[in-house]
């Protein structure tokens, strides 16, 4: 198992903006997932990609998986204040493997 | 009704101290983790029980020891606490250990003075 590495490490946007997080990883995977920490509370899944798959969305985000370039970006559409958060990335590489974080994506949405 | 559940939410124990952490879930997963974050928010999985079995056991200090009495609860004792033990420690579940998402406890901030 192996750690994403997300980038940059720190975003600062308006509200209304679009936030865009990129994450790349090293070996093979089977899915990579995607998790939002608010300040003193624990990860919330947001989305799963799985290796097969190009894009996704739930609501205001998309997550496209690049398998060639191993490297993934979360977009978050017409940002809010209350989006927040630090935002990991975590490639899942096969079974019984554990996720492995990175440290994160500190973004602020300014009201 | 909480997913996942940890005890306490704050702990403050002085240096040489045994403590223990509780985490419960509801969800009926079949696999538990401990997560350990550190002050730069890096998170470092320390354990995880998939049906009460130890799966992962990374390079930890062995005065951490999990103890799984079944599925839905995975609790973390620590002996002879020290000042690095400092961090906010997490409990998560998965359906099973073949990737799926895991829900996260809100974590227990421990503080070793």
């Known amino acids: 198992s192996q750690q994403g590495e997300e980038d940059p490490q720190a975003l600062s946007i308006q509200e209304g903006e679009n936030a865009t997080m990129n994450c790349s990883y090293k070996?093979?995977?089977?899915?990579l997932q995607w998790y939002r920490q608010n300040s003193g509370r624990g990860l919330v899944h947001l989305i799963l990609i799985r290796s097969n798959e190009r894009e996704k969305h739930s609501g205001r985000l998309r997550v496209t998986l690049d398998t060639s370039k191993k490297s993934s970006s979360l977009l978050i559409t017409a940002s809010r204040a209350a989006d927040t958060a630090s935002y990991f990335c975590a490639p899942y590489t096969g079974a019984n493997s554990k996720l492995t974080f990175g440290k994160g994506i500190t973004l602020s949405v300014r009201p | 009704d909480t997913a996942v559940s940890q005890t306490p939410k704050y702990l403050v124990t002085q240096m040489g101290n045994d403590k223990s952490i509780k985490c419960e879930q509801n969800l009926g997963h079949d696999t538990m983790y401990w997560y350990k974050q550190d002050s730069k928010k890096f998170l470092k999985i320390m354990f995880s029980?998939?049906?009460?079995?130890?799966?992962i056991n990374e390079t930890v200090p062995n005065r951490f020891s999990p103890k799984s009495p079944d599925k839905a609860h995975l609790n973390l004792h620590i002996n002879s606490l020290e000042l690095g033990d400092s961090a906010v420690y997490f409990c998560a579940s998965s359906p099973n250990a073949g990737g799926y998402g895991y829900t996260f406890g809100s974590g227990t901030r421990l503080t070793v003075v």
């Open positions: 029980y998939n049906n009460k079995e130890l799966i």
């Open positions: 070996t093979s995977i089977n899915n």
